[in-house]
Structure formats: structure tokens, C-alpha cells
């Protein structure tokens, strides 16, 4: 039976192994001598072991390798051999082993690498035989009933294994090597039960292969992960995660505006003050003297602009601002510095399209002074206040585009005598309606010129503040202030402005170049008037008059406007044609009274 425990009888031997074990006797007691040895039966009846006398650290070291003596025979060895397989288990013991002194501290056998076969492993020295008689020893073993080799001694062909230490720990990063299956011939070998390591305390007890590697017998030690791959992850995660807060908190930041109070750089406060000569040097002196009309009368209501001519309160407009009133109560007057006040018709004449109203008990007026005409010239910068579509104090700017441009604005009644004859400066400064009446100022802050007509995008020209006109084109029409200010000089002395005249009644039918004297006046009367400047002059009925001063005029509007760019007593050189012939007359202007 095997039973966990080698079956050393089995195994084949050797001619030369068989030949040095001697057979034991065939009955009887034996006790053995130095040099002899026997059984009964074949076996060795060892009595049962008895407590060692050494220290418990010293049994404990040499557990698995029991220390006894056996006599010697003259070679100071003996050998045991059982030849017998066959034993009585009732057999005396014949053989007493002795200890002749505490057993010594087993050494250890010295290393061998894994793989090695373990019959090749050499087998420790035995120990020295006792000296003392058989007699005087104590029996260290029982009998063994399952016929095995002594205990702790091993058999005649095999080395006993040396002292087995637990094995060191596997270092973190060695491989675990499989244990060395056992060889062809080789033995089971009995288990052993290590305690914990003293290097490891409270190490679990493991199942020893003495003939395996080192650490055979020990659960495999855990790999440890690479700490370099884990502070990657680490790293990767992190950089992860802070991206999605940094994104979120941009967005965030993005759509509210940030987190904080928004403060914006801004420049310090400097001199408020412009050149006077610059567009907001020159609105900056003459708003105070810009005013806003307000007009109701007749079933409607308009808007216009006018300017102070004087600290008693004048102010010139035109006269398409105030036609509807009928009274003071009609018109409002706003300033700049929103106060206002009730104002009275002074005057109007409706050929020059001038009107002066006048304001009572309002004190700091500021005139705005008055430039001269005749010395503006084309491409000199022009600045436009009024009050387009009732946006009072409004400021634009551009240049002069023209002078002497002949326009006639009004005839809404049809017939004529609401047409008004202007020879106007023209201007890109826009002009809407609304801005009728307001100053035009050149760039010394003077009024050169009344703002009051604008050309319509769909081709004709009316008053700046008429329904029909959409908005500025950049051609708008003033005034020119020479003949502003004698006819608001009239008005205000007179309440009444004369026209200059030359005394005939022109053909408005004619279609040839100039402007042709008809051959009826008005009513059937004479066309040229008896004792008038024409006549004097010499003029005759057809007559076509091409030029004035010089200044080409293609028909007869543009032979008014430049009369009426003159006062009463100026004289005038005319070019004009009669029966094919060219001839030039001198006349003086006479005078008729306004409507």
C-alpha cells in the first residue's frame, strides 16, 4: 500500500545496489552489533518516536529530517537492507537504536537549482554512531505497522533530501516558473507544511515541493502594474476632463458675457472745444440763433425753420412756412434751448418766397450774422440747419454745387401768382422737408443763403417742405442772402417788397432760345409798357432777349430771375435779337409793388 508514502520495495535494483544489502536471519531475535545487522521477518520493528530533548527552535529548524545513530562496524558505517518484502507486524524489534547525545542542529544541504533530478541530489552525511551498548538506549521509534523504512531515514538507494527552507518571496517582476514535473524513476515524496516565512509574517501556510523550484509551492505573486503607464492615464484623464471644464466654462463665458463686471477702456475726458471753422465749431454758434416754426391754419399744419435777424426779435422764413396762418396763434416759435413762444406775421412776398415773423418778451436772442452772396463761390463748404420731418436742430453738411441757378417753385393756385423766382445757389448739403426757411452758412458761421427748395427724384422741383418731395437727391436750392435781406429790410420797415421790373409782358409760350416780348400784354393791353424802362430803352414787341449782363437766359422764367436778382434802380445792359439782328440796350430797373 501506498498510502502517500514511497513503495521503496518496488522498485527494481541494481546487481551491484542488491548485492550490499545483507539478507536478515530467518527467525529470531536479533540485536545488533557493530558491524551486523538483521530482522525477523525482513523489516526493522522501530519503536515509536519519542519527544526530542533539543530546544524547540532546533526541532523546528530541522523539521522533515530526523537526527539519529546506528552502530558502526569496522568501516564506521552500517548499512540496513530489508531483502524480505514480506514482514510480520508481531516481530520484537532485534535492532534498538540509540541516541548517544541531543540531537545537533540539522545544517543545511546545500542549494540545488530547479530541474535538477533529485536522485542526483547528494545526500546529507549521517550521523556518528553511538558508542554506548544497546542496552542503555532508549527506543526512538514505535514499530512502524505499515513495514516502511525507518522513519526519518531514507532508503538504501535513494540520498535522503536535504533540509528544505520555504522558499524567499518571488521579486515583484520575475516570471513564475512551472515546477520541474518529476523524473521517470523518481519517487513521491511526502508533503511538507512550512510555516510562515520570518520574513513575512502571518504568510499563509503553503503545500511544499521539496524536489520543485523555489517558490513552486507559493500562490504567484500579483504583476505590478507599471507605475510610468498608470501616471499616462492619470495624465490623459486629467487633461480630459480639464478640457471639457475649460470648454464649458468658455461657452459659458461666451454667451453671459463673461463673470464678472464688463468695464471697457475709454478715453479720458479732453477739451470739448472745435475749431470754428470746423462743421461743429459752426453749429455750435449758430443753433442758439436756429429756430423751429410750427403752423396751423387753414385745415393743415407744417413744419419749417427760420433764424433771428435781430435782438428785437425778427425772424426770416419762407413764405410757403407761413402761408396758411392767419393769425399770431398760428405760429410757434421752439429755440434751440426748447423754450418757446407765440409769434406774429410781420410781412411775406410771395415772388421772393420770404416771410418775417417777430417774437415778443423773450430775452437772450442771438442773431446770426449775415454773409455776402456775391462773393461765394462754387465748392465752398456749406453747413444746413432746420428741423426735417420736425427734427428741429439738425445739422448737415456739403458744398456749393452752383450759383445763379434760375428755379421757380409753387403755382398750386394755378394762376401764378404764388410762383416764386429764384436765382438760388445750389448745394449737395441735404435738404428735406422741413429744413425750408433755415439758414445756409458758409464757414465763418454767416448765412449766405435761405434754404428753400429741393429737385425731386421724379424730376421736377417744388418747396422744400411739400408733400410730394421724398427727400434729399443732393440738389437743394437757397436763397441767395443779398436778396434775402432786402426783401426782409422791406418787410420789416414796409411790411410790403418790391420787384424790380423792365416794363413787358413776355411770350411764356415761346419755344426759341431767349425770352421773346409778346405782341399783347395782359388783358389786350400793350406788351411793352408806355413811358417804362423797355420803352425808354427802345424795346419793341418780338423782340428776343438772349442775355443779361452778359449771362445767357433761355427763356423767359430765367429772364425774371435775373431781374428779380437785382433791386429797383440797378441798371442793365440786354442783348437781344430783332429781325435777325443782334443789338444791346441800357436800361434802368424800375419798381412795382410785391403780392
Known amino acids: 500500500m501506498d498510502n502517500g508514502k514511497p513503495n521503496w520495495w518496488s522498485r527494481p535494483s541494481s546487481t551491484p545496489e542488491a548485492a550490499r544489502i545483507p539478507s536478515p536471519p530467518p527467525t529470531g531475535d536479533v540485536t545488533e552489533h557493530p558491524g551486523a545487522g538483521g530482522a525477523d521477518d525482513g523489516d526493522f520493528p522501530l519503536p515509536a518516536p519519542q519527544p526530542p530533548t533539543a530546544p524547540a527552535g532546533a526541532e523546528a529548524e530541522g523539521a522533515g529530517v530526523t537526527d539519529m545513530t546506528e552502530a558502526t562496524g569496522a568501516s564506521g558505517a552500517s548499512e540496513v537492507a530489508d531483502s524480505a518484502p514480506t514482514?510480520?507486524?508481531?516481530?520484537?524489534?532485534?535492532?534498538?537504536?540509540?541516541?548517544?547525545?541531543?540531537?545537533?542542529?540539522?545544517?543545511?544541504?546545500?542549494?540545488?537549482?530547479?530541474?535538477?533530478?533529485?536522485?542526483?541530489?547528494?545526500?546529507?552525511?549521517?550521523?556518528?554512531?553511538?558508542?554506548?551498548?544497546?542496552?542503555?538506549?532508549?527506543?526512538?521509534?514505535?514499530?512502524?505497522?505499515?513495514?516502511?523504512?525507518?522513519?526519518?531515514?531514507?532508503?538504501?538507494?535513494?540520498?535522503?533530501?536535504?533540509?528544505?527552507?520555504?522558499?524567499?518571496?518571488?521579486?515583484?517582476?520575475?516570471?513564475?516558473?512551472?515546477?520541474?514535473?518529476?523524473?521517470?524513476?523518481?519517487?513521491?515524496?511526502?508533503?511538507?507544511?512550512?510555516?510562515?516565512?520570518?520574513?513575512?509574517?502571518?504568510?499563509?501556510?503553503?503545500?511544499?515541493?521539496?524536489?520543485?523550484?523555489?517558490?513552486?509551492?507559493?500562490?504567484?505573486?500579483?504583476?505590478?502594474?507599471?507605475?510610468?503607464?498608470?501616471?499616462?492615464?492619470?495624465?490623459?484623464?486629467?487633461?480630459?476632463?480639464?478640457?471639457?471644464?475649460?470648454?464649458?466654462?468658455?461657452?459659458?463665458?461666451?454667451?453671459?458675457?463673461?463673470?464678472?463686471?464688463?468695464?471697457?477702456?475709454?478715453?479720458?475726458?479732453?477739451?470739448?472745444?472745435?475749431?470754428?471753422?470746423?462743421?461743429?465749431?459752426?453749429?455750435?454758434?449758430?443753433?442758439?440763433?436756429?429756430?423751429?416754426?410750427?403752423?396751423?391754419?387753414?385745415?393743415?399744419?407744417?413744419?419749417?425753420?427760420?433764424?433771428?435777424?435781430?435782438?428785437?426779435?425778427?425772424?426770416?422764413?419762407?413764405?410757403?412756412?407761413?402761408?396758411?396762418?392767419?393769425?399770431?396763434?398760428?405760429?410757434?416759435?421752439?429755440?434751440?434751448?426748447?423754450?418757446?413762444?407765440?409769434?406774429?406775421?410781420?410781412?411775406?412776398?410771395?415772388g421772393y418766397d420770404l416771410a418775417v415773423v417777430q417774437v415778443t418778451g423773450v430775452s437772450g436772442l442771438k442773431p446770426l450774422p449775415l454773409g455776402n452772396s456775391d462773393n461765394v463761390r462754387v465748392g465752398d463748404p456749406v453747413v444746413a440747419i432746420g428741423a426735417p420731418f420736425d427734427l428741429s436742430n439738425t445739422v448737415t453738411s456739403g458744398i456749393i454745387s452752383a450759383k445763379e441757378r434760375p428755379i421757380t417753385a409753387g403755382g398750386e393756385k394755378g394762376d401764378g401768382s404764388d410762383i416764386s423766382y429764384v436765382d438760388a445757389l445750389q448745394t449737395d448739403a441735404p435738404i428735406n422737408p422741413g429744413n425750408s426757411g433755415g439758414p445756409l452758412l458758409d464757414s465763418k458761421a454767416r448765412v449766405i443763403g435761405i434754404n428753400s427748395a429741393i429737385r425731386a427724384a421724379g424730376g421736377g422741383s417744388g418747396e422744400g417742405d411739400s408733400a410730394s418731395q421724398p427727400g434729399s437727391i443732393g440738389l437743394g436750392f437757397a436763397i441767395p442772402i443779398n436778396q434775402g435781406k432786402r426783401v426782409a429790410e422791406e418787410l420789416i420797415n414796409t411790411g410790403k417788397a418790391t420787384h424790380p421790373v423792365i416794363g413787358v409782358s413776355l411770350d411764356m409760350q415761346f419755344n426759341g432760345d431767349g425770352a421773346r416780348v409778346g405782341e399783347k400784354g395782359k388783358d389786350g393791353s400793350a406788351s411793352v409798357s408806355p413811358g417804362g424802362p423797355a420803352a425808354k430803352a427802345g424795346l419793341l414787341p418780338g423782340d428776343v432777349i438772349t442775355k443779361v449782363d452778359g449771362q445767357r437766359v433761355h427763356n423767359g422764367e430765367e429772364l425774371i430771375v435775373k431781374i428779380r436778382a437785382h433791386r429797383p434802380g440797378d441798371r442793365l445792359e440786354l442783348t437781344l435779337t430783332r429781325d435777325g439782328k443782334e443789338l444791346t440796350k441800357t436800361l434802368t430797373l424800375g419798381s412795382s409793388q410785391g403780392a
Do not use: C, M
Not at 530547479?114 to 545526500?123: K, N, V
Not at 396763434?329 to 421752439?334: G, N, P, Y
Open 87 to 350: 514482514a510480520s507486524p508481531e516481530a520484537a524489534p532485534a535492532v534498538l537504536l540509540t541516541k548517544s547525545e541531543p540531537p545537533a542542529p540539522a545544517v543545511d544541504a546545500p542549494a540545488v537549482p530547479a530541474g535538477t533530478d533529485p536522485a542526483a541530489r547528494p545526500a546529507p552525511e549521517p550521523p556518528h554512531a553511538s558508542a554506548e551498548p544497546a542496552a542503555a538506549a532508549q527506543p526512538l521509534h514505535a514499530p512502524d505497522e505499515y513495514r516502511t523504512p525507518p522513519y526519518g531515514e531514507p532508503g538504501p538507494w535513494a540520498p535522503a533530501p536535504p533540509v528544505q527552507h520555504p522558499s524567499a518571496p518571488v521579486p515583484p517582476q520575475q516570471a513564475h516558473v512551472p515546477p520541474v514535473p518529476p523524473q521517470a524513476h523518481s519517487h513521491p515524496q511526502p508533503t511538507l507544511h512550512q510555516p510562515p516565512h520570518s520574513g513575512a509574517p502571518g504568510a499563509p501556510w503553503v503545500q511544499y515541493d521539496p524536489w520543485g523550484t523555489g517558490g513552486a509551492g507559493l500562490p504567484p505573486a500579483p504583476a505590478k502594474k507599471s507605475r510610468k503607464g498608470l501616471a499616462i492615464v492619470g495624465a490623459l484623464v486629467f487633461a480630459l476632463v480639464t478640457g471639457v471644464i475649460g470648454g464649458g466654462i468658455g461657452a459659458y463665458v461666451e454667451r453671459n458675457g463673461g463673470l464678472t463686471t464688463v468695464e471697457l477702456p475709454q478715453a479720458d475726458a479732453g477739451d470739448t472745444d472745435r475749431a470754428p471753422e470746423s462743421v461743429a465749431g459752426i453749429a455750435a454758434s449758430a443753433l442758439p440763433g436756429v429756430v423751429t416754426l410750427h403752423v396751423k391754419g387753414g385745415g393743415s399744419s407744417g413744419t419749417g425753420t427760420g433764424f433771428v435777424l435781430d435782438t428785437k426779435g425778427h425772424i426770416l422764413t419762407n413764405n410757403h412756412v407761413v402761408d396758411s396762418a392767419r393769425s399770431s396763434e398760428d405760429i410757434s416759435v421752439t429755440f434751440s434751448s426748447g423754450e418757446t413762444a407765440r409769434a406774429k406775421l410781420v410781412g411775406k412776398d410771395t
